[in-house]
């Protein structure tokens, strides 16, 4: 097991990235950098969802619908074993005003593949429980 300074792993950047397009309403970003065999849990979602073809659907449905004036991916940690890395970090976005701010936790498992490429194999946000108790 290894931990590499977050600002310089590679993951780093596909997640960077993947929220840019995210924030813009455009959630191609995550789905490009998703296994087949991706889960996926929100707080929006009754169960876990699995693959990236439901991923896909989930993701097509809200496209266009999520954006963020602003947004900070906040003490970002990356764990490496092996093949595998662990990103965690907090995300705080700002849709419009300083009032309208979503904060979250969100965890990401990468995989290294054959060729090298990192790819999502498991995700997980959740609110930052102030917010999922009072609404915001």
């Given at each position: 097991?290894?931990e590499t300074p977050?600002e310089?792993h590679?993951?780093?950047?596909?997640?960077?990235?993947?929220?840019?397009?995210?924030?813009n309403?455009?959630?191609?970003g995550?789905?490009?950098?998703?296994?087949p065999?991706?889960?996926?849990?929100?707080?929006f979602?009754?169960?876990?969802?699995?693959g990236l073809?439901a991923?896909?659907?989930y993701?097509?449905?809200?496209r266009?619908?999520v954006?963020a004036?602003?947004?900070e991916?906040i003490?970002?940690?990356v764990?490496?074993?092996g093949?595998?890395?662990?990103?965690t970090?907090?995300?705080l976005?700002?849709a419009?005003s300083?009032?309208?701010r979503m904060?979250?936790?969100?965890?990401?498992v990468?995989?290294r593949?054959?060729?090298g490429?990192w790819r999502?194999?498991?995700?997980h946000?959740s609110l930052i429980?102030?917010?999922?108790?009072?609404?915001g």
């Amino acid at each position: 097991m290894s931990e590499t300074p977050a600002e310089v792993h590679p993951v780093i950047d596909l997640e960077k990235a993947a929220l840019a397009r995210w924030c813009n309403g455009d959630p191609s970003g995550f789905l490009e950098i998703s296994a087949p065999e991706v889960v996926y849990f929100d707080p929006f979602l009754d169960k876990r969802m699995e693959g990236l073809e439901a991923l896909t659907g989930y993701y097509e449905a809200i496209r266009g619908t999520v954006f963020a004036e602003r947004y900070e991916m906040i003490e970002p940690k990356v764990i490496e074993i092996g093949d595998a890395a662990v990103l965690t970090f907090r995300f705080l976005s700002y849709a419009g005003s300083e009032g309208a701010r979503m904060h979250w936790y969100c965890t990401e498992v990468y995989r290294r593949q054959a060729d090298g490429a990192w790819r999502i194999v498991a995700t997980h946000w959740s609110l930052i429980s102030d917010q999922a108790s009072s609404g915001g």
